[in-house]
Antibody
Framework: QVQLVESGGGFVKPGGSLRLSCVAS????????MSWIRQAPGKGLEWISY????????YYADSVKGRFTISRDNAKNSVFLQMNSLRAEDTAVYYC????????????WGQGTLVTVSS | DIQMTQSPSSLSASVGDRVTITCRAS??????LNWYQQRPGKAPKCLIY???SLQSGVPSRFSGSGSGTDFALTISSLQPGDFATYYC?????????FGQGTRLDI
């Protein structure tokens, strides 16, 4: 079965950096776009980034463009989110999700990793 | 960006009730509309994709309808595990925006 496991969350000061990882199993990893979606405490869901199966196509939400970088290593079935210049408003649970190939739903999710940005 | 608006924001119901949650897009998303369920402290789970297609393993009491700008998620007979927050999401144009959520309480 599809499994996604995130890691790398933690506590960081404003302006700092953090790198999130997500390891996938149970499917042919390079056949799928992967995404990061976040949820601030007590708030709704916010899509932030996609990366294609080859890594050649990438999209970002305006709220993170220029600060966050998504990447993947298909040999290790892993997707990453490098987060720089972090702000208090980036505090959230970050989910890794697989994007379905038809109609682009997020059809499988990891358990999430919490990022807290505070001085 | 396409704005997604859900109503109601919260809803109280009982086991066995039939409930409907609606989602409106600020412009047409054709049928690129998905529904998710999130139980407290858990990751979201996809229930419906393409407006009306049931994700594998999701009980048939969940159904979706609509196209263009107006959509609905219906739960035909509420079960205890259905008390959760529900989100719609458009996947027609990037950014793939979510609605603000509908909290379904007992």
């Amino acid at each position: 079965q599809v499994q996604l496991v995130e890691s790398g969350g933690g506590f960081v000061k404003p302006g700092g950096s953090l790198r999130l990882s997500c390891v996938a199993s149970g499917f042919t990893f390079n056949d799928y776009y992967m995404s990061w979606i976040r949820q601030a405490p007590g708030k709704g869901l916010e899509w932030i980034s996609y990366i294609s199966g080859s890594g050649g196509t990438i999209y970002y939400a305006d709220s993170v463009k220029g600060r966050f970088t998504i990447s993947r290593d298909n040999a290790k079935n892993s997707v990453f989110l490098q987060m720089n210049s972090l702000r208090a408003e980036d505090t959230a649970v970050y989910y890794c999700a697989r994007r379905g190939n038809y109609y682009y739903s997020s059809d499988s999710w990891g358990q999430g990793t919490l990022v807290t940005v505070s001085s | 960006d396409i704005q997604m608006t859900q109503s109601p924001s919260s809803l109280s119901a009982s086991v066995g009730d039939r409930v409907t949650i609606t989602c409106r897009a600020s412009q047409s998303v054709t049928n690129f509309l998905n529904w998710y369920q999130q139980r407290p402290g858990k990751a979201p789970k996809c229930l419906i994709y393409a407006a009306s297609s049931l994700q594998s393993g999701v009980p048939s009491r969940f159904s979706g309808s609509g196209s263009g700008t107006d959509f609905a998620l219906t739960i035909s007979s509420l079960q205890p595990g259905d008390f959760a927050t529900y989100y719609c999401q458009q996947s027609y144009s990037i950014p793939h925006t979510f609605g603000q959520g509908t909290r379904l309480d007992i």
